[in-house]
């Protein structure tokens, strides 16, 4: 018997999942950029013998990926999840054909017929049930995510698949088309055996990953006829690699270098608005920036468009909001404009309380370009009369200073994996969203988390069924949360992607970890 | 010994006039003294005349090639490098006098309390001094730098605690040699205390070693907090550190070469002007001891 969990169990198992999942990654996903609904590649090319490399940023074998059989599901299209994420950020068929919401709380989805795994098997609604355990017994926090219980995936037939949520969850399609649930091969042996375009050719752990192309798959014929995906860990050594012609792409390339790739003969760069936006979190609850007047001040300092083209190299655009306008419900043109004004900021400051406290950024010490933004506001807050210090944190303990609100401004980024982004803004202004939990479990408080009110309005958007509606509930949190100076909006991401100037036919993806690769190809 | 060997203003005199003869003939000791010499004037009066702030950013002057305005350029968000660089020299070399002041008179006080003393005391300081030079210093620093959290004072004082160790092991073995001689047997015998004996008889035969040694560990401080700056435990932005302005000019390595190349110099520079000044001394102030400090 299936058990109804209340709300607050299912807001902490969902907090919990998407806490897990940030930490766990903090880019984006996979997935096929297929507007068809078959997966397939519409306008591959004859095969050719041409093999590419991609540098990669992460470790595509790090022991994280044991459940896929030790490759990365990112980027490599090895397994293909049920629901794919267009480039509209909206949800469209892959191994699903088509899901219905049976009641409130339950999902069935009818799988696609004729797919069969790298080994030939067939696709069954088993052997999705058995991907989703494999993921749920590995990663306790993923049921809480995607707000099912453990043993509430099952096989109704051959050819659909049931899944009982916990509460009504009307993104739960959009949430499943994370590449985290690309579906495997029951047979833990025989692992990674996926769906997708490219099987595992071989695996060099902490290395690299060499695919070729699945003969049987049953859409179009990819044109590389071997990828080799390499972990170089230091963006200035991927430049390099791909200077030297060692790769032939690079991704996640710093901003700062992507002018001088982009000038050159033999480089040149791929750049996508994607779902991510990087902001100021202002923390609300500790002197002096729990003074709204201060916020405002500090807001009207802080010019996004001289941040994008100064300070990001023209990479980006400038935010008005916190959530990328890559996402449906975004409503960056709707949302109130500061500055720059420093004569007004400045008069806002004098109208403050503040006395002239340090105020302490945070940064991640990764982070090249944030090293570089936190000056720049560092800079313009001094214009304005008020005081700050950069504090850089290691990667490791970023998340943990941020969220126990030692920082009275943190940069932050976020962006979504999936269609389903609604994650983001619980994690950011929901009192028990990811990174207020801590801060108001413990004393009321919280970090950027504006209250009830706010809390509320998410509620309901989570619950909304269609985007307008979205929209409607979340547009008015972004509202909130710019009109009382919570956040400082920076910038909407665009990724990029190196590449030899010789190599074409990548299909970038708002979601960068769902580049297409399949019609690479290269000319003399 | 005389009593010439023993009576330190003599020993001083004669010193300053071999180190007067040394600089005179020795072209890389008058290298040595002239780097030094113009890193802290540059250091102490720089900053004084250079008509920009530090830290001001001006966005619509980024990454300017080198000219009369900006002889050194401008960084990526248009602050006069060569402005950086001379406050950068400041912070430099007055981390690298702090660090090794530290180290020096926390080593020179271990190794006399050692060497004077022996025994178990002795025993159990030469075993934490030994501990410590098992450990490669650079990584020890970054443990202590890494859990202590990046900060400038934290830098300094991993340095400091990693660093002592050199001057306890090599004050000691000269207090060894020096505790049974003549005048100090004869200062005991006098009822001298302890105290007494240490100041004024074997301090004073100590320091010159020390002060060799310690011209030579400056240069290896200024590297070792460049390096640490270098991987964000240091200095934090905005502030002008040479190892930070390294880091953060690496990424533009290929559009603006003076923003990598002129902290590079630098710290090469001074690191050699200081060794080749710590050699000059060493020549003069304690021959006999180069083998010894080589050892260390």
Same mark, same amino acid.
């Given at each position: 018997?299936?058990r109804r969990s209340s709300r607050r169990r299912f807001l902490a198992g969902l907090s919990a999942g998407v806490s897990g999942l940030i930490a766990g990654c903090t880019g984006s996903q996979l997935s096929l950029g297929s507007d068809s609904g078959t997966g397939a590649n519409t306008d591959s090319q004859s095969s050719s013998t041409e093999s590419f490399s991609v540098a990669l940023a992460r470790d595509p074998t790090r022991e994280k990926w044991d459940i896929y059989g030790g490759i990365t599901p990112y980027y490599t299209h090895v397994f293909e999840p049920l629901v794919d994420t267009t480039a509209e950020m909206k949800t469209a068929p892959l191994l699903a054909t088509e899901w219905e919401a049976v009641d409130e709380t339950t999902w069935e989805f009818s799988l696609r017929e004729g797919v069969t795994f790298h080994n030939g098997d067939s696709l069954?609604?088993?052997?999705?049930?058995?991907?989703?355990?494999?993921?749920?017994?590995?990663?306790?926090?993923?049921?809480?995510?995607?707000?099912?219980?453990?043993?509430?995936?099952?096989?109704?037939?051959?050819?659909?698949?049931?899944?009982?949520?916990?509460?009504?969850?009307?993104?739960?399609?959009?949430?499943?088309?994370?590449?985290?649930?690309?579906?495997?091969?029951?047979?833990?042996?025989?692992?990674?055996?996926?769906?997708?375009?490219?099987?595992?050719?071989?695996?060099?752990?902490?290395?690299?990953?060499?695919?070729?192309?699945?003969?049987?798959?049953?859409?179009?014929?990819?044109?590389?006829?071997?990828?080799?995906?390499?972990?170089?860990?230091?963006?200035?050594?991927?430049?390099?690699?791909?200077?030297?012609?060692?790769?032939?792409?690079?991704?996640?390339?710093?901003?700062?270098?992507?002018? %001088?790739?982009?000038?050159?003969?033999? /480089? $040149?760069? !791929?750049?996508? &608005? @994607?779902?991510?936006?990087?902001?100021?979190?202002?923390?609300?609850?500790?002197?002096?920036?729990?003074?709204?007047?201060?916020?405002?001040?500090?807001?009207?300092?802080?010019?996004?468009?001289?941040?994008?083209?100064?300070?990001?190299?023209?990479?980006?655009?400038?935010?008005?909001?916190?959530?990328?306008?890559?996402?449906?419900?975004?409503?960056?043109?709707?949302?109130?404009?500061?500055?720059?004004?420093?004569?007004?900021?400045?008069?806002?400051?004098?109208?403050?309380?503040?006395?002239?406290?340090?105020?302490?950024?945070?940064?991640?010490?990764?982070?090249?370009?944030?090293?570089?933004?936190?000056?720049?506001?560092?800079?313009?807050?001094?214009?304005?009369?008020?005081?700050?210090?950069?504090?850089?944190?290691?990667? %490791?303990?970023?998340?943990?200073?941020? /969220? $126990?609100? !030692?920082?009275? &401004? @943190?940069?932050?980024?976020?962006?979504?994996?999936?269609?389903?982004?609604?994650?983001?803004?619980?994690?950011?202004?929901?009192?028990?969203?990811?990174?207020?939990?801590?801060?108001?479990?413990?004393?009321?408080?919280?970090?950027?988390?504006?209250?009830?009110?706010?809390?509320?309005?998410?509620?309901?958007?989570?619950?909304?069924?269609?985007?307008?509606?979205?929209?409607?509930?979340?547009?008015?949190?972004?509202?909130?949360?710019?009109?009382?100076?919570?956040?400082?909006?920076?910038?909407?991401?665009?990724?990029?992607?190196?590449?030899?100037?010789?190599?074409?036919?990548?299909?970038?993806?708002?979601?960068?970890?769902?580049?297409?690769?399949?019609?690479?190809?290269?000319?003399? | 010994?005389?009593?010439?060997?023993?009576?330190?203003?003599?020993?001083?005199?004669?010193?300053?006039?071999?180190?007067?003869?040394?600089?005179?003939?020795?072209?890389?000791?008058q290298v040595g003294v002239v780097v030094v010499l113009s890193l802290v004037v540059a250091a102490v009066f720089g900053p004084l005349v250079s008509p920009y702030d530090p830290v001001e950013q001006n966005l619509a002057h980024q990454l300017e090639p080198p000219s009369p305005t900006h002889p050194l350029g401008t960084d990526q968000l248009g602050r006069d490098v060569l402005t950086r660089l001379l406050y950068g020299a400041r912070l430099s070399l007055g981390i690298a006098v702090a660090v090794t002041g530290v180290r020096l008179v926390v080593g020179t006080a271990v190794g006399l309390v050692a060497g004077y003393a022996g025994g178990w005391v002795d025993e159990a300081l030469m075993r934490l001094v030994d501990t410590l030079l098992a450990f490669p210093g650079i990584v020890l620093a970054l443990v202590i730098a890494g859990v202590l959290g990046p900060?400038?004072?934290?830098?300094?004082?991993?340095?400091?605690?990693?660093?002592?160790?050199?001057?306890?092991?090599?004050?000691?073995?000269?207090?060894?040699?020096?505790?049974?001689?003549?005048?100090?047997?004869?200062?005991?015998?006098?009822?001298?205390?302890?105290?007494?004996?240490?100041?004024?008889?074997?301090?004073?035969?100590?320091?010159?070693?020390?002060?060799?040694?310690?011209?030579?560990?400056?240069?290896?401080?200024?590297?070792?907090?460049?390096?640490?700056?270098?991987?964000?435990?240091?200095?934090?932005?905005?502030?002008?550190?040479?190892?930070?302005?390294?880091?953060?000019?690496?990424?533009?390595?290929?559009?603006?070469?003076?923003?990598?190349?002129?902290?590079?110099?630098?710290?090469?520079?001074?690191?050699?002007?200081?060794?080749?000044?710590?050699?000059?001394?060493?020549?003069?102030?304690?021959?006999?001891?180069?083998?010894?400090?080589?050892?260390?």
């Open positions: 018997m299936r069954t609604a088993d052997a999705v049930v058995s991907s989703f355990d494999r993921v749920f017994e590995q990663w306790s926090w993923v049921p809480g995510w995607i707000g099912v219980e453990p043993d509430g995936v099952t096989a109704v037939d051959d050819t659909t698949v049931r899944f009982q949520t916990t509460e009504h969850f009307p993104a739960f399609p959009g949430t499943i088309s994370h590449n985290y649930f690309g579906i495997q091969h029951p047979d833990p042996d025989e692992t990674p055996v996926g769906t997708g375009p490219f099987q595992v050719e071989h695996v060099e752990e902490e290395q690299s990953i060499t695919l070729t192309p699945y003969e049987d798959y049953r859409g179009d014929s990819v044109d590389p006829t071997e990828l080799t995906f390499e972990w170089v860990k230091d963006p200035n050594t991927r430049v390099l690699s791909l200077q030297k012609g060692s790769v032939d792409i690079a991704e996640q390339i710093p901003k700062s270098r992507a002018a %001088a790739l982009a000038d050159a003969d033999d /480089t $040149a760069i !791929e750049t996508q &608005l @994607t779902p991510e936006a990087g902001l100021v979190a202002v923390n609300l609850y500790t002197a002096p920036t729990d003074d709204e007047q201060l916020r405002k001040a500090l807001n009207w300092a802080v010019d996004q468009r001289q941040i994008v083209e100064r300070v990001l190299n023209g990479t980006g655009k400038p935010a008005r909001g916190p959530i990328s306008s890559v996402i449906p419900w975004a409503v960056h043109d709707d949302l109130p404009t500061y500055g720059p004004d420093r004569e007004r900021a400045r008069e806002l400051v004098e109208d403050s309380s503040y006395s002239g406290e340090s105020l302490t950024i945070l940064i991640n010490s990764e982070n090249t370009d944030d090293k570089m933004v936190a000056q720049t506001l560092s800079g313009w807050f001094d214009d304005i009369g008020v005081a700050s210090e950069i504090r850089q944190v290691d990667p %490791a303990s970023f998340y943990d200073t941020f /969220t $126990a609100g !030692e920082a009275h &401004l @943190t940069l932050v980024s976020f962006g979504s994996n999936s269609a389903a982004c609604d994650y983001l803004v619980r994690a950011m202004f929901h009192s028990e969203g990811s990174d207020n939990r801590n801060r108001h479990e413990q004393d009321g408080t919280g970090i950027y988390n504006p209250g009830p009110e706010v809390d509320r309005l998410i509620e309901r958007g989570y619950r909304a069924e269609t985007v307008a509606e979205k929209r409607e509930h979340y547009g008015a949190v972004q509202k909130r949360v710019v009109q009382t100076g919570a956040v400082i909006p920076l910038y909407y991401d665009e990724s990029v992607l190196a590449r030899r100037a010789t190599v074409s036919g990548i299909d970038g993806h708002p979601v960068s970890k769902m580049t297409d690769w399949s019609g690479l190809s290269r000319s003399d | 010994m005389s009593a010439a060997q023993s009576d330190p203003q003599q020993r001083t005199a004669d010193s300053r006039s071999r180190l007067t003869d040394t600089i005179r003939s020795n072209r890389l000791a900060s400038l004072v934290n830098v300094m004082l991993a340095l400091a605690v990693v660093g002592w160790a050199s001057y306890a092991r090599l004050v000691r073995s000269n207090v060894l040699a020096l505790r049974n001689r003549e005048f100090v047997t004869t200062a005991r015998l006098l009822g001298r205390s302890r105290t007494h004996v240490v100041v004024r008889h074997l301090i004073p035969n100590v320091v010159a070693p020390v002060v060799v040694l310690a011209t030579l560990d400056i240069g290896g401080v200024i590297l070792g907090t460049a390096g640490l700056s270098f991987i964000g435990l240091g200095a934090q932005p905005p502030t002008p550190e040479w190892g930070t302005m390294l880091a953060s000019g690496r990424t533009y390595l290929q559009q603006a070469w003076w923003l990598v190349n002129a902290p590079g110099v630098c710290i090469m520079i001074t690191v050699l002007g200081f060794n080749l000044l710590g050699d000059s001394l060493r020549d003069v102030l304690s021959p006999t001891q180069s083998a010894q400090m080589e050892q260390l």
